[in-house]
């Protein structure tokens, strides 16, 4: 589990990084730290694994105080960096096996895991290479493997699929939503959005250290762009002309052949705006949720914290 | 212990099959080293041709152990980049990150570095000294002794953990390889220059004499091995990324420190000064009972050991009355030929150098300084002795009037160079090594503005002024 109250990092006596960043994630919960290069996500991550003593606040993670168990912190904590820091002149097999020395696990446990961590990201045929001869995408999948070496109970992965095909990036999103079910505690800080949507159970979008909004996706969607809106798809144009909405629900937009409204309530409200439709013989196709997308989430929030108007 | 030993030897044993898979440092490496002793031989066997044609017996007697020195050094010399880029390498290659997030404590990643870093220039240096030895024992060249050699190869020991332990400070300090690379030079040209003083040993002095450069150097080093200890941590390595001369911050956090909280001078000098007065209680006694056992040993020394060297016989004494005598008859003109002001900026001036020294040195050297000084003092006060007058009252009237100032100068003038120099090698959670060095700093120059300067001012008045005519007093028969 990691919790946080108030941690806050300043740099030179005048520049904080990180500022009163506030967060708690339970085992079996992902959450999706957001936010532009140089936001604070990398030093919140080095804070969580005890390699910068925060200024201000505190954090506890997997049980230990960061600025007073820092070798225990470490030794619970997986940890994929922004940079694959792979050793290039190690094999792939080598390079796990000295992070399972590092780590202090027993020789047959350092071979089972490397075996299988390398099995499983598809490096077998690539563990006796070394590892300066990868891809991109390989690279990245060494370096996932690392931080998975000790099977740790709390993972800080810093873009853990970038540079990577779309089959390692789906083969790596599975893997953490695995860890995810098995009770891990999961921190992601990404720019990918798509893939912070499929993945966090929650997500906190960080600017200038600071944390302007967090919550689920649901809840960040409906803070940030309002309540839900539904669409009515007609079969050819109609004019439902005056129609009276029940209360909760509010007309948003029409065209010949649909209407867009905003509804509170959808479970309450959904059926009645249906009903109302059918009874005036509207040639409905479909009525459904307009997906919305936690990009515009993301990209008006940002633009409200920099004060310029946001482009839908 | 075993756990400690086996993660510096995990540490280790990576940058060894690191580097030793690199042709890029490997190749080099063994060229330079093999072929250097053969240069060396053949230059032996020239110089051995020229003095047997032109004479310089001392320099044959002592070529081969000299050469043997400098080819010790000179691998150690360029096998120092790989000590050199042990942190700042790793931090450039972005290769640090998961090393510095590992259960690997501190002094793991440390050690094992340094052990990398000594031991590859040793092997190389070793490596180099055979091969010259092998190739120099088949030349009518009288062969160093096997107490010469092992000597020789300590020396070469000390060497390369001094050099290789200031590298690896350097490597931790600097942000960029390119940075560490420049630094070098503060590395190997002072250690040049210590193998130009070695080789004066080697070539004028007893061999035994090259005991006390084994144990300054290996002191130095040990001490350089703290300091890297002691300022090795994770967050400098990741929290500054790009290092810039910020003068105005230096100079604010240096004048923060010098004048505290004070608001007036008065104020600085009742509420501030006696704070970093309190500071320094423990270095003042180190240096107070240093200084006592130097006096005394000193004193000993000439009272029991001059008279081996030289022989005091009556006449000889008288010679030496005669020539004291004549002295003190100057004494009265002394103010206009030495004037105070020249006491006072030599005093002065000597107590900055000091400082300087100890400051590169963690103290020792400055700390030497001093203890030359006091070994003076116990030096004149026993040839008092050997002369026939009372060495209590040389003490009394012709250094303590002077010296009841200017010794309390110079004793904290002293303790507080000492402090600073420990401060250095001492870990400081919460500043950096250039944070420490700036507030030890501008401890020092509290003392040495506040107390010692005006404390020499009034010495330098009473040894020009007052100490002769006491002399005069007390030696009337001079």
């Keep these: ?77 997986g940890v994929l960096t ?13 390079y796990l096996d000295f992070f399972g020395k590092v780590y202090g696990l027993s020789p047959v446990a350092r071979k089972t895991r490397s075996e299988y961590l390398l099995e499983y990201f598809g490096l077998a045929e690539a563990a006796k290479r070394r590892s300066g001869e990868y891809s991109k995408g390989m690279k990245q999948k060494l370096a996932l493997a690392r931080a998975l070496i000790h099977d740790p109970s709390v993972l800080l992965l810093d873009e853990p699929t970038s540079a990577m095909d779309p089959e390692s990036s789906r083969l790596v999103r599975d893997e953490i939503a695995r860890l995810r079910s098995s009770q891990r505690t999961i921190i992601i800080c990404t720019h990918n959005l798509a893939e912070a949507e499929s993945l966090a159970d929650y997500i906190a979008i960080i600017y200038r250290g600071r944390i302007l909004l967090k919550g689920t996706l649901d809840e960040l969607k409906r803070a940030v762009l309002g309540p839900v809106e539904f669409e009515a798809k007609f079969a050819e144009p109609f004019d439902v002309g005056e129609l009276e909405l029940p209360e909760g629900a509010a007309l948003v937009s029409r065209s010949g052949t649909s209407l867009r409204f905003r509804v509170e309530a959808p479970q309450m409200v959904n059926p009645r705006i249906v009903h109302a439709l059918t009874s005036r013989k509207a040639p409905l196709v479909s009525f459904q949720e307009v997906p919305r997308k936690l990009e515009q989430v993301y990209l008006k929030t ?11 | 212990m075993r756990r400690n030993l086996e993660a510096i030897w995990l540490v280790a044993r990576r940058e060894f099959t690191d580097q030793f898979r690199d042709w890029r440092i490997v190749v080099p490496m063994i060229l ?54 042990s942190f700042v390498g790793e931090k450039e290659r972005g290769t640090i990150e998961p090393l510095l997030s590992s259960p690997l404590e501190d002094s793991h990643m440390y050690l094992g570095k340094l052990l990398v870093g000594i031991t590859t220039p040793l092997v190389f240096s070793y490596g180099s000294i055979a091969i010259y030895l092998f190739l120099i024992s088949r030349r009518p060249v009288e062969f160093p002794s096997l107490y010469m050699l092992a000597l020789i190869f300590l020396l070469t020991f000390a060497h390369a953990v001094l050099m290789v332990s200031s590298a690896i400070v350097i490597s931790v300090q600097a942000t960029t ?49 703290r300091l890297g200890l002691a300022h090795f941590r994770r967050e400098y390595l990741l929290g500054r990324e790009i290092d810039t001369l910020n003068f105005k911050l230096i100079w604010r956090k240096f004048k923060e420190r010098f004048v505290g909280g004070a608001h007036s001078v008065v104020e600085w000098y009742t509420r501030e000064l006696p704070v970093t007065f309190r500071e320094l209680k423990r270095p003042l006694m180190i240096v107070t009972g240093l200084a006592l056992v130097t006096v005394i040993a000193s004193y000993l020394w000439v009272v029991f050991n001059v008279p081996h060297y030289v022989n005091l016989t009556p006449e000889i004494k008288n010679d030496i009355r005669t020539q004291l005598s004549e002295n003190i008859t100057r004494l009265s003109s002394l103010g ?32 030497t300084v001093f203890l030359g000084n006091m070994g003076l003092i116990g030096g004149v006060l026993g040839a008092a002795n050997l002369v026939g007058y009372s060495p209590l009252l040389t003490f009394a009237t012709g250094i303590l009037p002077h010296g009841i100032f200017e010794l309390t100068a110079i004793f904290l003038a002293t303790a507080a160079m000492l402090k600073a120099g420990a401060l250095l090698v001492t870990p400081q959670p919460e500043k950096s090594l250039g944070e420490t060095f700036l507030l030890s700093l501008a401890d020092w120059f509290r003392v040495f503005l506040g107390l010692v300067l005006p404390l020499l001012a009034v010495a330098a008045l009473i040894e020009i002024y007052v100490t002769p005519e006491l002399i005069k007093l007390a030696f009337p028969f001079l």
């Design chain 1, 302 to 312: 940002m633009a409200e914290a920099q004060g310029v108007t946001y482009a839908a």
């Design chain 2, 32 to 85: 330079l080293v093999t072929l250097f002793p053969f240069i060396a031989d053949d230059t032996t066997r020239q110089a051995v041709n020229f003095m047997n044609r032109f004479g310089g017996d001392l320099i044959l007697d002592n070529l081969v152990p000299f050469a043997v020195l400098v080819i010790g050094f000179f691998p150690l010399s360029f096998t120092l980049v790989v000590a050199l880029e």
């Design chain 1, 1 to 77: 589990m990691i919790e946080t109250n108030d941690l806050s990092k300043q740099y030179n006596n005048d520049f904080w990084a990180v500022d009163g960043v506030t967060l708690n994630v339970q085992p079996g919960q992902i959450l999706a730290l957001l936010g532009q290069n140089g936001a604070g996500k990398t030093t919140t991550v080095r804070m969580l694994t005890a390699l910068l003593s925060p200024t201000r606040g505190w954090a506890r993670v997997a049980g230990y105080d960061v600025t007073k168990n820092p070798q225990e912190i470490r030794s619970s904590v």
């Design chain 2, 177 to 225: 390889i390119r940075a560490a690379n420049l630094l070098a030079s503060f590395v190997v040209v002072p250690v040049a220059f210590l193998l130009q003083g070695e080789t004066i040993l080697i070539f004028w002095g007893n061999e035994d004499v090259l005991w006390f450069a084994i144990l300054a150097v290996t002191l130095l080093a040990g001490l350089l091995v």
């Design chain 2, 336 to 367: 206009e030929e030495l004037p105070a002001h020249l006491v006072f900026y030599n005093n002065a001036r000597v107590m900055v150098i000091s400082l300087l020294l100890g400051l590169i040195s963690f103290g020792t050297l400055g700390m």
């Design chain 1, 82 to 94: 922004e940079q694959h820091g792979l050793y290039m002149r190690m094999t792939g097999i080598e």
